[in-house]
């Protein structure tokens, strides 16, 4: 049994490290002047929307895991509108209103993408809390601020980290 807790402790222990190197592959990442931020970069004329809009109700933006990760969650109303922020070919992007900092969702290998998305094996459900996790190296972002979440053409402005 101590085997057991030892070997369990072990594997969280790996866990948070692959998580905080995620992090930190995707701070590098976004402060490289190449093609991620290019291609995370909004277009201009995407008019500023609402949650709703999406077909989901945004249940909270929180800081997590002790600061270093912004836990985005939210329940789908309309499966239709909500394909934007579930499909996997599409990478939604965190900016800091006040700074122009941006998050994005860091890819652990051997846990994936930190954030679920629909399939055909797993489609969509309604009022279903979705979530995305985005990194927040150097703990950037603080409570309190505003962000804006871009998801492919869309925007929405306005967001309070709690």
Do not use: C
């Not at 369990?8 to 093609?35: D, F, I, K, T």
């Not at 995305?132 to 869309?154: C, I, Q, W, Y």
């Amino acid at each position: 049994m101590v085997d057991f807790v030892r070997s369990l402790s072990l594997r969280r222990a790996w866990l948070a490290a692959a998580v905080l190197l995620a992090a930190q592959a995707a701070a590098v990442r976004a402060a490289e002047p190449g093609a991620a931020a290019v291609a995370a970069t909004p277009a201009a004329s995407s008019p500023a929307q609402r949650m709703e809009d999406f077909g989901v109700e945004l249940v909270g933006v929180r800081l997590s895991g002790a600061d270093f990760l912004i836990d985005v969650r939210y329940r789908v109303k309309d499966i239709g509108k909500a394909q934007a922020l579930l499909e996997r070919k599409i990478h939604p992007v965190l900016v800091n209103e006040a700074t122009g900092d941006r998050f994005y969702i860091p890819q652990v290998p051997k846990v994936g993408t930190l954030r679920q998305s629909a399939t055909s094996k797993q489609p969509a459900q309604l009022d279903k809390v979705y979530f995305m996790l985005f990194a927040n190296p150097d703990r950037k972002l603080r409570a309190g601020e505003k962000v804006t979440l871009h998801a492919g053409e869309s925007t929405v402005r306005g967001l309070l980290v709690q």
